[in-house]
C-alpha cells in the first residue's frame, strides 16, 4: 500500500536508571535487545528513531526527572519529549501536517499524575509516603481547530506508547488522527480508550488505506 513506517525504540527506566541497581540484579548479557535491534535496523535501511540512546545523553541534565521513582514507566514530562521529537520527524523529514503547539506553563507537584505512580498505586502501605517533584507541561495548540489537515496515525506498541498521550502533546500535535493497538491485540481509539475490538478482528486493509503513517513503539524489554 506504500504506506510510511515508522520504528520508535523507547527507553526502559531499568536501562536508563541502571547505576541505581545492585550488581547482583543487572543482566550483563551482550549483546542485548536494543544492540541487537538497532543492528538490525542499520544493517536493513529500516527508519527508525532512537529515543533509547537520546534519554541516555540527556538524562543527566534533563531539567526534570525523566523517570518517576514510584513509576514504571517513563514520566509524562519525558513522554512529551518523546512526543515531540517524533512529531518534528515527521514533520521535517516526511512532511506531515500536524497542529502547531507550544507550552504555556510547567506545573511542579508533588502529587503523581498518570503512569508517574502506577507502582506507587500497588504498594498495600498504611500511610504515604513523600513524593518527590515531578513536572507536568500543558501544551496549548496553536492553530484554529480543524483547520490544518494533520496526519493519521496509527501507532502499534506497548504500554509505554500511552504515556505519550498522557502527555497532553500527541493530541495536540494530531487531535482526533490518532489510532492505537496495544500489544499488537487490544484496538484503542484516540483518547486511548478500548474500543472492545481486537487487532484480528478489524479490517487491517481499510484502517490501512485510511492511515498516513504507521508507528512501530517499545520498550527493550518488550522488543
Known amino acids: 500500500m506504500g504506506k510510511k513506517c515508522l520504528f520508535v525504540m523507547f527507553p526502559g527506566k531499568a536501562s536508563n536508571t541502571i547505576e541505581t ?4 540484579y543487572i543482566w550483563r548479557k551482550k549483546p542485548n535487545n536494543y ?4 543492528k538490525a535496523f542499520t544493517e536493513t535501511d529500516v527508519t527508525y528513531i532512537d529515543l533509547y540512546s537520546y534519554f541516555q545523553q540527556i538524562k543527566k541534565t534533563a531539567k526534570y526527572p525523566l523517570f518517576p521513582k514510584y513509576g514504571t514507566h517513563w514520566s509524562v514530562y519525558a513522554g512529551g519529549l518523546g512526543a515531540d521529537t517524533i512529531i518534528r520527524y515527521l514533520q521535517q523529514q516526511w512532511h506531515y501536517n500536524f497542529n502547531r503547539y507550544y507550552i504555556d506553563t510547567i506545573e511542579l507537584s508533588n502529587h503523581p499524575r498518570f503512569t508517574d505512580a502506577d507502582m506507587y498505586e500497588l504498594l498495600n502501605i498504611v500511610s504515604e509516603i ?7 507541561p500543558h501544551y496549548v495548540v496553536d492553530s484554529t481547530p480543524g483547520k490544518v489537515q494533520t496526519a493519521k496515525m496509527l501507532m502499534i506498541g506497548d504500554s509505554y506508547m500511552f504515556t505519550l498521550h498522557q502527555s497532553g502533546l500527541l493530541p495536540a500535535a494530531a487531535g482526533e488522527n490518532l489510532g492505537y493497538i496495544f500489544y499488537g491485540k487490544g484496538v484503542r481509539d484516540h483518547n486511548t480508550n478500548e474500543t472492545g475490538k481486537k487487532a484480528a478482528e478489524i479490517d487491517l486493509a481499510a484502517e490501512l488505506k485510511n492511515t498516513d503513517v504507521v508507528l512501530f513503539v517499545f520498550t527493550e524489554i518488550n522488543q
Do not use: V
Not at 130 to 136: E, I, K, S, V, W
Open 21 to 24: 541497581i545492585p550488581d547482583h
Open 130 to 136: 513523600p513524593q518527590p517533584q515531578l513536572a507536568y
Open 35 to 38: 544492540e541487537l535491534l538497532k
